[in-house]
């Protein structure tokens, strides 16, 4: 994995050997994006696999099932994370013990390879929707970081800058882990597209003022009713949005779908510690990098993650087979009976 908490300041690739380091990794956001937990949690099962293959069938299937619980607790609200370890757990219970290992390690690539088919897709539909000039906002980071290869909010504009159209994005700050600050603008400025960072509290004077097209972002988990919950503050721009008369667009693959959860409201949201709100990491003059409190000591801070969307601002959900269009419930019932592609099998 990429050390996703040292960029953009350092550049550094980490190796976790057990399912229980693959775990902590994802619980301590080494790696994060609802896309990228759900591919590490596959191969954290693959290495539970590995590390139990030696056992009897009946206590190999308690250790898988023990890991897939484990791999599932580190971060409760993207959705992709339980659907791949879960296809995971099913793939270690199928066919010969000597073959399970085998099997597993397969779905984990075939997960990440429909993820890989998904964002080419996404780039490719919502590429469509973003016109010469366009200047586009986007909130947290749903980039090549967070998913794979083309990312997911990222993906249309990558594509609609290489098919020449000039496009200028807003990179939101996402306090407080600052993934728009850290993540999407490296992101951008590798890439060559033009893009300012800027705080979280400023997308409503840009769209006041006429200067934000179309707003993309990513998504953690989408109700059935299409109520979408993602990083925290993605439900006010949605608001400024509407208000303003600007598109809303969440960009997510057929993964991040829960049909389980009517509504948003059945989402769980992971509130996380008050130190992320208290405290700022960074790099210092000196290129130190160092961690700064901004509040006085013993500040009570609360720290929710994420936040739904209600499905009425969305004005449309960019996926691999498609833009949905609202009535969610139905557009999103119809996308998820269509075949999968890019999988290997
Ligand atoms: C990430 C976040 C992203 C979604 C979309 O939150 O909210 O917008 O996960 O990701 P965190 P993807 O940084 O807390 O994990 O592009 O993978 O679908």
């Not at 929707?129 to 990558?158: E, M, Q, W």
């Not at 800058?161 to 306090?175: M, P, S």
């Not at 934000?212 to 721009?237: F, H, L, S």
Request: contains cysteine; neutral net charge; charged residues 25%.
């Amino acid at each position: 994995m990429i050390d996703q908490r040292l960029l953009p300041h350092r550049f550094q690739i980490v190796s976790f050997k057990t399912h229980r380091e693959t775990a902590n990794a994802i619980r301590e956001m080494v790696l994060r994006g609802a896309g990228a937990i759900g591919v590490a949690g596959g191969y954290g099962m693959a290495q539970a696999a590995v590390e139990a293959k030696d056992l009897p069938p009946r206590k190999f299937t308690a250790y898988m099932r023990r890991a897939a619980k484990l791999l599932k607790s580190t971060r409760p609200t993207a959705v992709n994370l339980p659907h791949a370890v879960d296809r995971c757990l099913a793939a270690s219970s199928r066919g010969p013990m000597e073959k399970r290992v085998e099997r597993i390690a397969e779905e984990a690539d075939k997960i990440a390879l429909e993820d890989l088919a998904a964002s080419q897709a996404i780039g490719e539909h919502g590429s469509e929707l973003i016109k010469d000039g366009y200047r586009i906002l986007t909130h947290c980071n749903a980039g090549a970081l967070a998913f794979i290869d083309y990312g997911t909010a990222l993906s249309p504009v990558r594509f609609a800058a290489r098919q020449g159209k000039r496009v200028f994005v807003y990179v939101d700050e996402t306090r407080p882990r600052s993934q728009g600050a850290k993540l999407t603008a490296w992101e951008l400025q590798q890439e060559g597209i033009p893009y300012a960072l800027i705080v979280d509290n400023a997308a409503g004077y840009f769209m006041r003022r006429g200067e934000v097209d179309v707003v993309i972002v990513g998504a953690d988990r989408i109700a059935a009713n299409g109520d979408v919950a993602n990083k925290i503050g993605t439900y006010e721009k949605a608001v400024l949005a509407h208000e303003n008369g600007v598109s809303f667009y969440v960009a997510a693959p057929k993964m991040t779908f829960d049909l389980g959860c009517p509504t948003g409201d059945d989402i769980v949201i992971e509130e996380r510690s008050p130190e992320e709100v208290n405290w700022v990491w960074g790099e210092d003059e000196d290129g130190n990098l160092t961690k700064v409190r901004i509040s006085a000591k013993d500040t009570p801070a609360r720290n929710p993650s994420f936040d739904v969307t209600p499905a009425k601002y969305i004005t449309g959900i960019i996926t691999e087979v498609g833009v949905l269009r609202p009535p969610y419930d139905e557009s999103i019932r119809k996308a998820l009976s269509e075949p999968q592609k890019g999988s290997l099998g």
